[in-house]
């Protein structure tokens, strides 16, 4: 049941995304869209994720502790962020990365007694993939089939601090490579407005048991050099090695702001 309340946050945005090219294709044309350009085509973004983090987290031989973060608590505890994508088409295939750093600290009294608990967290993240465009024949979308690697760099540091006993203080840190799968989508639903969306499953025991990413946003031109997007993304990680444990879903609003060329 827990497996199948991670998958809500990754199917349903790309369902929806799916489902607006099917319900568009009547109107499409009086948009006036363009026709799909053969030459290859490349796109550098800024990307912004207001993420919440929600799951378990253990290090050193601690039991895994739950970490519950809405995301107007990431922001008002973040230390710093970065995070970009890249994305080249053409010829039927697609190139594809992201990349993303951030960190995080927070704490909480508990007990009935008093005492605290600290949780600090830095991550990188890194995609790579490479994608081929099926051939569905539907005007204006592009859907391909996709396969490369998501690297996942964490350090963690949990403090626990009662009030009658001595403190405890872990720091760990790990980081590991996962093969994935899955597919992207764009459609052009005019010449300005259009859904993009990407869904992928991964690790298959190789490093992490399982991990799964969805992202869907409605995208805007600007002009015909500059777009922005809005949407939702979601990562879910499960993942255990020598003492360290991070059982966690990332899950939030998604922008971009895209320069084309």
């Given at each position: 049941?827990?497996?199948?309340?991670?998958?809500?946050?990754?199917?349903?945005?790309?369902?929806?995304?799916?489902?607006?090219?099917?319900?568009?294709?009547?109107?499409?044309?009086?948009?006036?869209?363009?026709?799909?350009?053969?030459?290859?085509?490349?796109?550098?973004?800024?990307?912004?994720?207001?993420?919440?983090?929600d799951?378990?987290?253990?290090v050193?031989?601690?039991p895994a502790?739950?970490?519950?973060?809405s995301?107007?608590?990431?922001?008002?505890?973040?230390?710093?962020?970065?995070?970009?994508?890249?994305?080249?088409?053409?010829?039927?295939?697609?190139?594809?990365?992201?990349?993303?750093?951030?960190?995080?600290?927070?704490?909480?009294?508990?007990?009935?007694?008093?005492?605290?608990v600290?949780?600090?967290?830095?991550?990188?993240?890194?995609?790579?993939?490479?994608?081929?465009?099926?051939?569905?024949?539907?005007?204006?979308?592009?859907?391909?089939?996709?396969?490369?690697?998501?690297?996942?760099?964490?350090?963690?540091?949990?403090?626990?601090?009662?009030?009658?006993?001595?403190?405890?203080d872990?720091?760990?840190?790990?980081?590991?490579f996962?093969?994935?799968?899955?597919?992207?989508?764009?459609?052009?639903?005019?010449?300005?407005?259009?859904?993009d969306?990407?869904?992928?499953?991964?690790?298959?025991?190789i490093?992490?048991?399982?991990?799964?990413?969805?992202?869907?946003?409605?995208?805007?031109?600007?002009?015909?050099?500059?777009s922005?997007?809005?949407?939702?993304?979601?990562?879910?990680?499960?993942?255990?090695?020598?003492?360290?444990?991070?059982?966690?879903?990332?899950?939030?609003?998604?922008t971009?702001?895209?320069?084309?060329?």
């Amino acid at each position: 049941m827990q497996m199948i309340g991670k998958f809500r946050y990754l199917v349903l945005p790309l369902a929806l995304a799916i489902a607006t090219p099917v319900a568009a294709a009547d109107t499409s044309g009086a948009y006036g869209a363009p026709p799909i350009d053969s030459g290859w085509k490349y796109q550098v973004a800024l990307d912004g994720w207001f993420t919440a983090l929600d799951g378990s987290v253990g290090v050193r031989g601690l039991p895994a502790s739950d970490v519950n973060l809405s995301a107007l608590d990431a922001i008002e505890h973040l230390e710093g962020a970065f995070a970009g994508s890249f994305k080249a088409t053409g010829d039927s295939w697609l190139l594809y990365s992201d990349f993303m750093w951030s960190k995080i600290s927070a704490d909480a009294d508990v007990g009935p007694f008093g005492g605290n608990v600290g949780f600090e967290q830095e991550q990188i993240l890194f995609t790579a993939l490479v994608g081929y465009e099926l051939p569905l024949n539907v005007q204006n979308l592009e859907l391909y089939a996709t396969g490369g690697l998501r690297s996942q760099y964490y350090k963690v540091d949990i403090s626990i601090d009662p009030v009658f006993f001595p403190g405890i203080d872990r720091t760990g840190s790990q980081s590991w490579f996962d093969p994935v799968v899955g597919l992207a989508l764009h459609y052009d639903i005019n010449d300005r407005w259009f859904v993009d969306a990407m869904a992928d499953v991964g690790g298959f025991g190789i490093a992490s048991d399982i991990t799964l990413q969805g992202t869907a946003t409605v995208g805007y031109n600007w002009t015909e050099t500059i777009s922005s997007s809005l949407g939702y993304r979601a990562l879910y990680t499960d993942y255990s090695d020598d003492g360290f444990r991070y059982n966690a879903t990332q899950h939030g609003l998604f922008t971009q702001l895209s320069f084309h060329f």
